[in-house]
């Protein structure tokens, strides 16, 4: 939806359910209705749209289309214009889990049951490393001092 089919009516709901803190650069949260996975959400002309993507058309003056706006500070419920950038689904994505939040990094464990002991910029280094050469899981285990199970469930995790 373009920017300039907002009315003044849906700009007052929109800017009524952000708290706005004195500080412009902590998170501006959305206190109205959210999605089941913490983001704003607000209705306009019988659409839903999400209340992050919707500060971001209106402060940088671009529609997002069918980029991902992402958040630099991980929190769903944020409209800090100043918090927000665009970026492919795979840039976010890589974003997540770099930063070690994405699920199934925490979810990786080794035989004995043990977390994975690689950080999520190891898995990203090894992603790397699988689609540029030729090597083996046993290599890769060695260079990163893991099994190579280890290795296979990172590769097969994140592809």
Known sequence: MDTSDYTAHFLNRLFSAIQIPSNPDQC????????????????????????????????YGVEPGNKSVCH??????????????LGTHQENMQDMVRKGRHPRIR????????????????????????????????ELAVDYNVSAKVIKRALNHLN
Not at 41 to 51: D, F, T, V, Y
């Open 28 to 59: 501006f949260i959305w206190v109205g209705e959210k999605t089941y996975n913490g983001y704003g959400e607000i209705r306009c002309r019988g659409k839903h749209l999400r209340a992050h993507r919707v500060m971001y058309g209106l402060y």
């Open 72 to 85: 630099t500070c991980d929190n769903p419920a944020c409209c800090n214009p100043k918090h927000l950038w």
């Open 107 to 138: 979810q990786i464990r080794d035989r004995k049951g043990k977390v994975n002991p690689l950080t999520a910029e190891q898995i990203l280094d090894i992603q790397a490393l699988w689609k540029m050469t030729i090597t083996s899981y046993e």
